[in-house]
């Protein structure tokens, strides 16, 4: 039935999606934040004026960190494909800020995944869906580690004593060793 349609239509028809995605997403964002009920936006905007929280500089260095944020982003996802296709820096931006708007519309960010795949040919698609689970898996695993070790230093310099030392100590060393069996599966994968 596709192929009926001319080239130029299918043009047409992706843009139109793509730009209903957009809506959508903008849509999905505004319902969420004006018909939440437990938060008020004017009190929040009261008590970020009140705590001198937007200033300029703050603006710009928030800017700053999700520029520098989403540059990181692109240039993973263009190398973590690099091993299935080479993708430009362009193809990376579209990628990864075409499948954030999916993501906004779905459930726990599940919507990212399938987004991804379908930049690539249907042979690719089951290993890009891996390849962007692992990925994120190993980015979690990052978080936690470092999330845990901050937490035991903020405990050990203020004298914390809320939980058993040892058993985080065990748990991060697990964990490290079921990143690495991770990291060698991936490694057989893409190769």
């Known amino acids: 039935m596709a192929s009926r349609f001319s080239y130029k239509s299918k043009q047409f028809f992706f843009v139109l999606i793509k730009i209903s995605l957009v809506v959508a997403a903008i849509y999905f964002i505004y319902h969420k934040l004006s018909k ?21 500089n ?3 260095f928030l800017l700053f ?8 982003e692109i240039l ?3 190398q973590l494909v690099s091993s299935l296709q080479k993708i430009s820096f362009k193809k990376s931006i579209e990628q990864c800020l075409g499948s954030l708007t999916v993501s906004l519309l779905t459930p726990n960010r599940i919507g990212e995944y399938g987004a991804k795949a379908l930049y ?15 990925s994120n898996l190993l980015q ?6 470092f999330g845990i070790t901050g937490t035991l230093w903020l ?11 040892k058993f985080i100590i065990i748990l991060l060393i697990g964990i490290l060793f079921c990143a690495l069996g991770i990291n060698n599966s991936i490694g057989r994968i893409t190769d």
């Open 140 to 145: 979690m695993f990052i978080t936690v580690v």
């Open 58 to 60: 703050t603006v710009v």
């Open 120 to 134: 690539f040919k249907s042979a690719f698609r089951k290993r890009v869906l891996f390849i962007n689970l692992i």
């Open 76 to 78: 993973k996802w263009q």
């Open 155 to 165: 405990s050990q310099s203020q004298n914390l004593h809320t939980f058993g030392f």
């Open 36 to 56: 939440n009920g437990t938060l008020e936006f004017s009190h929040f905007i009261q008590i970020l004026s009140k705590n001198g929280v937007f200033s300029l």
């Open 65 to 72: 960190l999700s520029t520098f944020n989403w540059f990181f």
